[in-house]
C-alpha cells in the first residue's frame, strides 16, 4: 500500500504511537504445565487482548503482534496445523468484537500460503473492521526480508511501466511500498520470553524504534508489563542520529 506524503516524525517526539510484540514463549510456558504446545498458544490469544487494553490505556494506536514468521513453516506439520486452526477461530470470533471495540484489524505477510478458509476469514476480519480508529495488525506468515523484497519488487515494477524514475528511488519512497506506510511509524518493539533478537521481524520499521526485552513468557505477559515497557520507552531519549544536547537544546525552543 503506497503513502502519498513522506513520513516524518519530529526528533522531539516522544509520544508512543506504535508497539510492537514479537510473543514469545508459548511453547515454553505450556511444557512448564505439561500441556502440549497448542495449550500456550491458546494461553497467548487472551494476552492479545490484555495488550489491546493496555494500548487504549496508554494512548497507543497501533498495535502489531508477531503471530507466525516465514520461517515458522518448519515447525512440526501438527503445531503448524493447530496455529492455523487457531489463527482461522480467532478472525472468526474476535472480528464482531474488535469492530464494537472501534479497532480495526490489519494482517500483513504472504497470504498465498494460507488454505482458501484462512484467507477469507482474513478478508471478512478486514471487511468488518475497517472503521476502526485503533488498529490491531496482525504480521502472519511475514518476515522482514520478504517485506522489504516485496516493496523493491513493486519498486521495480513501477519504474519498468514509466510511473516513477529510478533516479528518484531513495529511503523516503521505498517506505511507502512497505506493509505498514501508512500507518505511524514504529515507536517500541517489545520481545517477550527472554530472548534477545528480533528474529526478522519489521526489520525495515525497526530502524530507529526502541527496544524493551521482558523475560515473561508471552501467555504471563499482562497489561502491566506492556506498561512497565512503555514507561521505559517514556524514559529513553530518541535522538534519530543527532546528539542529546541538540534534542534539549530543540525541546528547549520548541
Known amino acids: 500500500m503506497q503513502r502519498l506524503a513522506k513520513r516524518e516524525k519530529p526528533v522531539s517526539d516522544n509520544q508512543l504511537r506504535h508497539i510492537a510484540i514479537i510473543m514469545d514463549g508459548n511453547n515454553r510456558w505450556a511444557k512448564q504445565r505439561g500441556l502440549a504446545g497448542v495449550a500456550g ?68 505477510g504472504n497470504r498465498t500460503r494460507f488454505s482458501k478458509g484462512i484467507q477469507h476469514a482474513i478478508d471478512a476480519a478486514e471487511e468488518l473492521t475497517k472503521e476502526g480508529k485503533m488498529t490491531l495488525v496482525i504480521a502472519a506468515d511475514y518476515g522482514g526480508r520478504w517485506d522489504i523484497a516485496e516493496a523493491a519488487k513493486k519498486v521495480a515494477q513501477d519504474v519498468k511501466e514509466g510511473r516513477i524514475n529510478a533516479a528518484d528511488v ?33 526489520l525495515w520499521q525497526s530502524a530507529y524504534a526502541e527496544f524493551f526485552f521482558s523475560d515473561k513468557l508471552w501467555p504471563d505477559f499482562d497489561g502491566a508489563e506492556l506498561k512497565r515497557a512503555a514507561a521505559a520507552f517514556h524514559e529513553r531519549q530518541r535522538r534519530f542520529g543527532m546528539t542529546g544536547d541538540q534534542i534539549e537544546a530543540g525541546a528547549t525552543h520548541a
Request: aromatic letters at 6%.
Open 41 to 108: 498458544h491458546k494461553a497467548g490469544v487472551e494476552r492479545i487482548r490484555d495488550a489491546m487494553t493496555a494500548c487504549e490505556e496508554i494512548g497507543a494506536e497501533v498495535l502489531t503482534v508477531f503471530a507466525f514468521s516465514s520461517e515458522n513453516w518448519r515447525r512440526p506439520p501438527l503445531e503448524v496445523e493447530a496455529l492455523m486452526s487457531l489463527f482461522q477461530l480467532y478472525l472468526k470470533n474476535e472480528a464482531k468484537a474488535l469492530k464494537k471495540k472501534g479497532v480495526r484489524l490489519r494482517v500483513i
Open 170 to 202: 531513495d529511503e523516503d519512497l521505498l517506505d511507502k511500498y512497505t506493509s505498514m506506510a501508512d500507518l505511524p511509524p514504529l515507536d517500541l518493539l517489545v520481545r517477550t520470553g527472554g530472548e534477545v533478537r528480533i528474529s526478522n521481524f519489521l
